[in-house]
């Protein structure tokens, strides 16, 4: 048996009415990758800020042995000090700034008054070249995209002379190939000797790269499993101890819903890039739904799926869009404005719901009320009596999780403020709902919940268009799926006759141009 | 109510808490001289601009923490052609007034567009305003008058702006004054009660009993004992009865209506708000219409009060009204904040500026004082919002 590298003990941290950690026991061996899964606000986040420092010694109880010795951390310095280096989920680069100054911001080579910059650039080439990369480290940061910055986390990571590199979320924001090419450079690093703490959703990444895995729910870890044989263990396995019951179905059955007269149908629908109108992003697309149909979009990251449902929603992105629609076997002229769109009967929920979907600063109330204020308000005055009304009747439909709705948005975790983004746009009675990665970024149980949702709206006889790039979630959930690749459909089949492999290959034949 | 209790309402209301330490601190400071009934009506009047260039300003911080830099130059500029209209051109009062509010709707207009439709930042396209109004100002006041001024303006307007409502003499009881205490105090306890009523009702969250007696029996005698101030110095100021009508106005606007919702969520994510059907543009464009057109509202107290036009007539207004927001916790990012608290700020930077003239401080001094306690009213607020987390 290996050294055990990393050993906390007893660990309990209490927020203000919370036990986040409860009597946590988590062991890391030497140069394995251990992974670390559970719901969100199961407690892996805190329970790395603990071992980073964040939560400094003294806030919590219980005890950090590293290397044989009992660790007393005030500061991530502390910890990094030792080799401990921690990888947010979200990214700490500044867009301005080059690569190097990125990677030794706050660390900076030379003395305090006088960088050393010839340093600074040379040894960043050389832990660039370590992961991968082959931009030259003066690259500015808004130039690369996602994935290669999160390589240029983990180069940076690698600068501060990391022994043990814990990543929170590596690949939430990458595509499957990005993700793919991460996974197997840490596959190497542990070749090298590195020892690897991995928090994640995916499921499948979990079960391909690790070693180890630990369950943590409500605070405690729940057990640890064992992956070092020669069949990966299955993600029903890992879920079954994530949500504390074995998850047969991890899509909640269709009921047998009528499917009726088409809804929308848009033709020929070509969108242009906005700054650049020459580039076509959406090129000649035709699709339609049904009422009560649940039509899945599959598509890469950056394949044109959002664009083209911004597009429909009222020609919120986008600059000369031709093509035509019909609604209700009308033809119809979307004015530009959401307004005009949700006025028509089409709700966008969108997949960046921090970004553009939920305002954080203001309630639940005020977030679920907003696309349909005229439903709660008479002459412009709003009556706030039925807007707590309203807001109270979604919570209890969709089960968000809060103490009232009153509460700020930004205060929820993940899942909960999906649900407040999908109240929203229930409430504003929608035809036709183009979902766009409903379930990114949240956990398990509640992706099964918004699954049900969506099950419902289309049982009500609701249009529902799911855009996902998690092939099994398009398989698992839709009538019928459109495949999208680079601005353009490029297949369509019925869910009973589609299959992963058929839609990969469907994929892959198009990217050859054939 | 146990401690916990006392402290979390203090630390909700902790400017008003400043509010009130900084007037008993006066109180000392100036022997009982700013609880003179003269103090009273001088307080309103002096600070009249603040609290409407603050409702204007306070909606366009709500955008995004934008600013208008302009209002103060406009003032200077809307006073040199309200008396070149009153009196240069002996105009009717009336007239004069509907010209100098369309004057306001046009500069409104033609900002917003600038900023709503052309995207150019608010700071700068009010800062060619800020510039280029007081030169304008200035310009047509020193072509009319040989003193660079023009005064005095009709009685009829100074009456309507500067004036009191029934007068009577100083020092005798003014009973009209007295009786609107005593009814906006009546209205303002029945109107808490019944809020509470309706929630309970309806099965939602309200305040105790003793809570909402507490908060009504304050309010109530607040009102009260200012009413009964100002009735000892000859009445009703019309002052008090603009700003009163404005404030009250706005907040209702901010508080209960649809498109003061979209100003909140506009400030507080602009991109969710156009994606929710919220018109963003013609929320910049009312923004900036209506601080225009509030500016013009703001100028008439004033010249009314000053009696005369002249070249620095409303310098600075636009600072003032800045603070008179960010002291009242009006988010600088934009998408928080309440009318009553920008009152509330707007209040406590009157009281200093009149405790500190009362008490005869050196005008350079009063400036220091002031920067420093709009500094440690800001921090104190925000250090303890920070603990509540």
């Known amino acids: ?120 650039y040379s040894e960043a080439d050389k832990y660039l070249k370590m992961v991968g990369l082959s931009e030259s480290s003066k690259t500015l940061i808004k130039d690369i995209g996602t994935g290669k910055q999160q390589l240029v986390e983990i180069a940076k990571a690698l600068a501060k002379q990391a022994k043990l590199l814990i990543l929170d979320e590596p690949t939430s924001s990458l595509n499957e190939e990005d993700s793919r090419a991460l996974l197997d450079l840490m596959l190497s690093f542990k070749k090298q000797g590195m020892t690897m703490i991995i928090i994640s959703h995916k499921l499948n990444e979990v079960s391909y790269v690790a070693d180890t895995i630990t369950v943590v729910r409500d605070g405690a870890t729940i057990e640890t499993i064992d992956n070092h044989g020669t069949e990966p263990v299955s993600e029903e396995r890992i879920i079954k101890g994530m949500v504390g019951r074995e998850m047969t179905n991890r899509f909640p059955r269709r009921e047998d819903v009528v499917i009726g007269d088409t809804m929308l149908e848009v033709s020929d629908w070509t969108v242009h890039h906005p700054l650049y109108p020459e580039r076509k992003v959406v090129d000649g697309v035709s699709m339609y739904v049904r009422k009560g149909e649940v039509v899945g979009i599959y598509g890469l990251m950056g394949a044109g799926r959002t664009e083209l449902a911004m597009s429909i929603f009222g020609h919120t992105y986008g600059t000369n869009i031709s093509g035509s629609m019909k609604i209700k076997g009308k033809a119809v002229k979307v004015k530009k404005g959401a307004d005009d769109a949700i006025k028509h009967g089409i709700a966008y929920v969108t997949e960046d719901r921090k970004g553009n979907g939920l305002v954080l600063s203001q309630s639940i109330k005020v977030n679920t009320s907003l696309a349909h204020l005229d439903a709660i308000s008479k002459h412009m005055v709003i009556d706030s009596d039925k807007e707590y009304a309203v807001a109270e009747e979604y919570r209890r439909k969709l089960k968000t999780k809060t103490p009232s709705v009153e509460q700020l948005v930004g205060n929820l975790s993940g899942g909960n403020q999906q649900k407040v983004l999908l109240a929203k746009w229930m409430f504003a009675e929608p035809d036709i709902m183009l979902l766009d990665e409903p379930t990114r970024g949240i956990d398990v149980g509640a992706k099964y919940e918004i699954y049900c949702i969506i099950n419902d709206l289309a049982a009500a006889g609701k249009s529902v268009v ?41 994929i892959l034949k198009s990217g050859r141009g054939e | 109510m146990n401690r ?39 307080l309103i009047n002096q600070n009249a601009y603040v609290f409407i260039l603050g409702c204007g300003m306070l909606m366009c911080m709500l955008t995004g923490g934008n600013i208008d830099l302009s209002c103060g130059s406009f003032v200077c500029l809307v006073s040199a052609i309200g008396g070149i209209f009153m009196i240069v051109s002996g105009l009717g009062t009336g007239v004069s007034i509907l010209l100098l509010l369309l004057i306001g709707v046009v500069y409104g207009c033609i900002l917003g567009f600038l900023i709503a439709y052309i995207h150019i930042p608010p700071w700068i396209a009010t800062l060619a305003g800020y510039l280029a109004f007081r030169g304008l100002g200035t310009f047509i006041l020193s072509s009319n008058s040989p003193t660079g001024s023009l005064a005095p303006f009709p009685a009829d307007f100074r009456s309507i702006f500067y004036g009191k409502v029934f007068p009577t003499e100083k020092g005798v009881f003014n009973i009209p004054c007295f009786v609107l205490g005593l009814v906006a105090a009546a209205v303002v306890v029945l109107m808490l009660f019944w809020t509470r009523k309706n929630r309970l009702k309806k099965g939602y969250e309200a305040d105790t009993i003793r809570q909402v007696a507490l908060k009504g029996g304050l309010s109530a005698a607040v009102i009260i004992l200012v009413m009964s101030r100002l009735a000892m110095d000859g009445g009703i100021p019309t002052t008090l009865l603009w700003v009163a009508g404005i404030v009250l106005i706005y907040s209702f606007i901010t508080s209960k209506t649809t498109i003061g919702r979209h100003f909140y969520v506009v400030g ?97 001094y009063q400036r220091v004082v002031k920067g420093f306690v709009l500094l440690a009213a800001v921090v104190f607020d925000i250090v303890s919002k920070k603990k509540k987390k």
């Open chain 2, 268 to 364: 507080g994510n602009i991109e969710a708000a156009r994606l929710s059907g919220v018109n963003t543009k013609r929320i910049m464009f009312i923004a900036y219409l209506n601080m225009a057109v509030l500016t013009t509202i703001a100028t008439m107290p004033v010249i009314a009060r000053s009696n005369s036009a002249y070249a620095n007539l409303g310098k600075n207004f636009e600072m003032d009204a800045i603070s008179a927001c960010v002291v009242g916790g009006v988010s600088a990012s934009g998408g928080a904040g309440s009318v009553l608290g920008m009152v509330i700020g707007a209040t406590l930077i009157g009281v200093i500026n009149l405790g500190m003239s009362l008490i005869s401080l050196d005008a350079n």
């Open chain 1, 466 to 506: 799911l855009i996902s790039s998690e092939l099994p979630e398009v398989l698992g959930m839709s009538d019928r799926i459109y495949i999208m690749n680079e601005g353009k459909f490029v297949g369509e089949m019925k869910a009973e006759d589609a299959t992963q492999e058929k839609i990969m290959a469907i």
């Open chain 2, 4 to 42: 916990e209790n006392i402290l979390a309402a203090l630390k909700k209301n902790a400017m008003l808490i400043v509010l009130v330490l900084v007037y008993l601190f006066f109180m000392i400071l100036t022997q009982g001289g700013i609880f003179e009934p003269s103090s009273f009506t001088e």
């Open chain 1, 1 to 120: 048996m290996a050294k055990i590298l990393l050993e906390m003990k007893n660990i309990t941290k209490e927020f203000p009415g919370v036990k986040a950690l409860d009597d946590v026991n988590f062991k890391v061996e030497e140069g394995e990758i251990h992974a670390l899964v559970g719901e969100n606000g199961a407690g892996k986040s805190t329970l790395m800020n603990v071992l980073s420092g964040i939560y400094p010694y003294g806030t919590y109880e219980g005890d950090i042995v590293y290397e044989g010795q009992v660790c007393k951390f005030h500061n991530i310095k502390d910890s990094e000090k030792l080799g401990i280096v921690i990888i947010h989920q979200e990214l700490a680069l500044v867009p301005e700034m080059t690569i190097g100054e990125n990677m030794y911001l706050g660390n900076e080579c030379g003395h305090k008054f006088s960088i050393d910059w010839n340093k600074t």
